[in-house]
């Protein structure tokens, strides 16, 4: 077993992802990023920035790192803009914008030679002798000044924002226009303000060279959303009527996310005492016949593992969404892992199925979102979306999303039914399921073992009738999943092995190895439990050389694979300092395994 | 329409020992459903788990027998996705005051329309005899055999105090004025709460029949609408009052919940869901 975590790019004299842009021009192919502490608007001035630019046609990813507090700490956010589809973030910065020290301390050594940043010249001292680097072009502009005589030092971001879209040859008149979105709530002074700042920012810069720019160009009309969003509108696509939760970074923002759309789609949003209350009200409105869900990160999970059993036991339909964050313990709120796979497939009390799904990026996010809502109804049993804090905070261009999408309840009793028996043994397992109101169909769901009409039951044969019927709706359900596809050249000597939000930086090294000569392929896992152990032990079998890329230390899908394939995967690309894949550094590991 | 105890009784046996004052509170229960005449398949009991939380089998409604102490979640979560719905959410001291006491203060607060009777024996029967949050200071069991040390909650001060808009105090084997109780509380509109007194012949020897007879006293010419006399009545500690401590009306959490107003949540059609609304945020 060699883990290959520590393989970490150099930095690139020439990158075949931009190319270099010493004494060059670059169009449509930038990164971007900016730096401070948290309150320094970070979020929202590249936010806006990134909206921008998916407006003027071009594809855009963005993912930001944060600490766990409110004032201070060390934030940045890097914006990728593309006029070809970005799966990932990059490890280069083109254009910096450093808010303080720390950012330049922490970031300048990023930035590709030909590359700039832009700081406030007044309070911080940046020199080629600090940096030790000659190859990078100096911004030092007032901006702390400029924003105070715009109307105040909190616009210091908006200033800087001016200038990046000075130097990148974007109109500003599309920046004046997200802005009066942005702030059009806080009044028409603070609209004013704000885009006084932008333009003086944007003039700061006028005349003074930079070598990327960005141009429109036509394309569908995208949408900027989190991982996290998109889940939140398949859900709500798929009928989500009851969402209850207690908020836990990286999940929260599901909750929001309903929550400002219950008047317009009839959805009962409840923010509860706790997690264990999340989930056994949302058992409670499935029961009742809702299309019911609760999202939470690790430690909220752990407190929904009882109820994650009364679910499976009264085969209640449940979506229960667990993005990750590492642990154990409150562990790192706001970075990003995927050390909960093991956790989630067993988390429970006996032995009971469940579906387990891993979304890999925002689109699958969406369609998984809905499905999962289908799979639930129609097989009576918990699914679980597993996510992390990457997937769930980055925002990417999202293509239109698929709105042809069935909506499928499974075998809902809508009518009086003679005889009625709600856990009946049938031919595929899936009984009837009545809700309140309906006549003639009283029962109890129980959480305790129960006979086919629902009475409490201990007997060893109604015991083991009861306990088979529930996995046997899983081996249904196996066959109908889709089957898990390589992505790209089926005969490449490399083939990556991973689940989840891995997804795009592999996708984004495949490229760059590819343009080094290095053919990859790709198998994304997205159905966890049940596993498509036929699937995947073919396309194992036959691949040349495997490597496993997880953000865990124990390569917990390995050991899955290990279990239902008999396969053992060697080489290993295994992270988890809190933070996602770079692409590079997935290129370097590979590189350093080829010699 | 009319109901009939039959109606409401299913073909299950109670597995309670013969004496136990959950026999009493089920016959309430039915008797004050009946005289409701409230169609048994719009009625849920929800229970957690314990002797007196088997009930759902025995009454022929919908029924719920959840998790030790997370019976109120469940209720909730019914209640909201189908406010139509009468909800009746059964638990015992221990699953509402010990195990379950967070969900118990905040579901008070929020004033849910749902009935919550707590079957109080003041002992764990089902687990063989453990003091429970209401035992009284001193009292010997397999987990205190020296004795409990601590002073017990005071479910109906706790229950004033968060904001239960309707507190009452019933004995199990005061049948007639039990099912009154059950009446008022289906009839009350918001969190109706009744907290009732009951033997456990096999496991609690402090509070016996006996032990009751001498220590309750009907509730007589108190003012349900003040709630310092409730207070003041709920802190009493000899001659237990039994009867209506408190009520009011103010407005329920289900009865501010706008989204009512386009359906019940639970029962609304779901088949195509026009997502252009909410995407036009994103665009």
Redesign the interface.
């Known amino acids: 077993m060699i883990p290959r975590a520590n393989a970490v790019a150099t930095i690139p004299t020439t990158s075949p992802a931009h190319g270099s842009i010493t004494g060059g021009k670059r169009i449509n192919n930038l990164s971007w990023k900016i730096a401070g502490a948290a309150g320094d608007g970070i979020l929202n001035a590249g936010r806006m920035f990134a909206k921008l630019c998916m407006?003027d046609g071009l594809y855009v990813f963005a993912s930001a790192e944060y600490p766990s507090l409110i004032r201070g700490g060390h934030n940045h956010l890097d914006i990728r803009v593309s006029d070809k589809p970005l799966a990932s973030h990059t490890k280069w910065v083109d254009l910096l914008v450093a808010l303080n020290q720390e950012a330049v301390d922490k970031h300048a050594s990023k930035i590709i030679p030909g590359g700039g940043i832009i700081y406030d010249g007044d309070t911080l001292k940046v020199s080629v002798e600090s940096l030790k680097r000659s190859d990078i072009a100096l911004f030092p502009l007032p901006l702390l000044k400029t924003a105070s005589a715009c109307g105040g030092p909190i616009m210091r971001n908006v200033v800087a924002m001016g200038a990046t879209i000075g130097l990148l040859g974007v109109a500003l008149s599309s920046f004046i226009a997200i802005l009066t979105e942005t702030f059009e709530k806080k009044g028409d002074a603070v609209v004013q303000k704000n885009i006084k700042a932008a333009q003086a920012g944007y003039d700061l810069v006028k005349g003074k060279p930079f070598p990327v720019s960005l141009k429109k160009q036509p394309g569908p009309?995208?949408?900027?959303?989190s991982g996290n969003?998109a889940m939140t509108?398949g859900a709500?696509?798929?009928?989500l009527?009851?969402f209850?939760a207690y908020p836990m970074t990286p999940a929260s923002s599901i909750l929001h996310t309903v929550a400002a759309?219950?008047?317009?789609?009839?959805?009962?949003v409840?923010h509860?005492?706790?997690e264990?209350?999340?989930?056994?009200?949302?058992?409670?409105?499935?029961?009742?016949?809702?299309?019911?869900m609760t999202a939470t990160s690790g430690g909220g999970f752990a407190l929904m593992v009882?109820?994650l059993g009364?679910a499976a036991q009264?085969e209640t339909p449940l979506v229960v969404a667990n993005v990750m964050r590492p642990g154990p313990g409150s562990g790192m709120a706001t970075h990003s892992g995927q050390g909960d796979l093991q956790y989630v497939l067993h988390a429970s009390t006996d032995e009971f199925p469940r579906v387990v799904v891993a979304p890999g990026d925002a689109a699958e996010n969406y369609t998984l979102g809905f499905e999962a809502f289908n799979l639930a109804d129609q097989y009576q049993l918990p699914v679980i979306l597993l996510s992390d804090k990457y997937l769930a905070e980055s925002y990417c261009s999202?293509d239109p999303?698929p709105?042809q999408l069935s909506?499928h309840r499974g075998k809902m009793v809508t009518t009086a039914q003679q005889n009625y028996k709600r856990y009946a043994l049938t031919k595929d397992a899936v009984s009837p399921r009545a809700?309140?109101?309906?006549?003639?169909?009283?029962?109890?769901?129980?959480?305790?073992e129960h006979d086919e009409e629902g009475?409490?039951c201990e007997e060893p044969a109604v015991r083991v009738a009861m306990h088979q019927k529930r996995f046997r709706k899983i081996e249904q359900l196996a066959k109908t999943l889709p089957q898990p596809k390589l992505i790209g050249p089926a005969d490449a000597p490399i083939t990556f092995v991973s689940w989840g939000s891995p997804k795009g930086p592999i996708l984004e090294a495949m490229k760059l190895l590819k343009s080094d000569g290095v053919a990859t392929n790709f198998l994304q896992l997205m159905y966890l439990s049940p596993f498509p152990t036929e699937t995947v032990s073919r396309i194992l079998k036959k691949a040349k050389q495997l490597v496993l890329v997880e953000s865990n230390m124990t390569s917990q899908l390995g050991s899955l694979i290990r279990e239902q394939c008999l396969i053992t995967i060697k080489e290993k690309i295994l992270r988890y300092d809190g933070r996602p894949f770079d692409p590079e550094d997935i290129v370097a590991a590979i590189k350093e395994m080829i010699v | 329409m009319t109901i009939s105890l039959a109606d409401l009784t299913t073909q299950e046996t109670p597995t309670w020992c013969p004496g136990c004052g959950d026999h009493t509170i089920l016959a309430s229960l039915k008797n004050a459903l009946a005289e409701l005449v409230i169609d048994p398949k719009d009625v849920v009991i929800v229970s957690g788990i314990g002797c007196g939380s088997k009930i759902p089998h025995y009454v022929k409604t919908y029924g719920f027998e959840g998790l030790h102490g997370r019976g109120l979640p469940v209720a909730m979560g019914i209640k909201l996705a189908n406010p139509t719905l009468t909800v009746i959410a059964i638990s015992g001291d221990g699953d509402t005051y010990g195990i379950g006491g967070n969900h118990f203060m905040h579901t008070m607060r929020r004033n849910l329309d749902i009935v919550h009777i707590v079957q109080d024996n003041q002992v764990y029967g089902l687990t063989k005899g453990q003091y429970s949050p209401t035992s009284k200071k001193g009292f010997k069991s397999p987990s205190s055999p020296h004795g409990a040390l601590e002073t017990p909650v005071n479910p109906l001060a706790l229950a004033l105090t968060m904001g239960a808009s309707y507190v009452a105090r019933g004995y199990a084997l005061n049948v007639s004025q039990l099912k009154e109780l059950f009446v008022d509380a289906l009839n009350h509109k918001g969190y109706a709460f009744v907290d009732v007194l009951q033997p456990c012949v096999n496991y609690n020897r402090a509070n016996t029949p006996q032990w009751y007879q001498e220590n309750t006293q009907v509730l007589q010419g108190n003012d349900p609408a003040n709630w310092d006399e409730a207070m003041k009545l709920a802190r009493r500690t000899d001659k237990l009052p039994l009867g209506l401590f408190f009520k009011e009306d103010r407005p329920t959490y289900d009865g501010e919940v706008s989204v009512y107003e386009k359906g019940v949540p639970a029962t609304r059609d779901i088949s195509n869901i026009d997502l252009s609304m909410m995407l036009k945020h994103y665009v």
């Open positions: 407006r009309q995208r949408l900027f959303m969003e509108a709500i696509k798929a009928g009527t009851f209850a759309n219950e008047k317009d789609y009839n959805i009962v409840k509860t005492e706790d264990i209350t999340a989930i056994n009200a949302a058992i409670g409105a499935s029961y009742a016949g809702a299309r019911s009882e109820g009364l009264t999202v999303l709105h909506v809700r309140p109101g309906i006549p003639g169909c009283m029962f109890v769901a129980s959480s305790y009475n409490e």
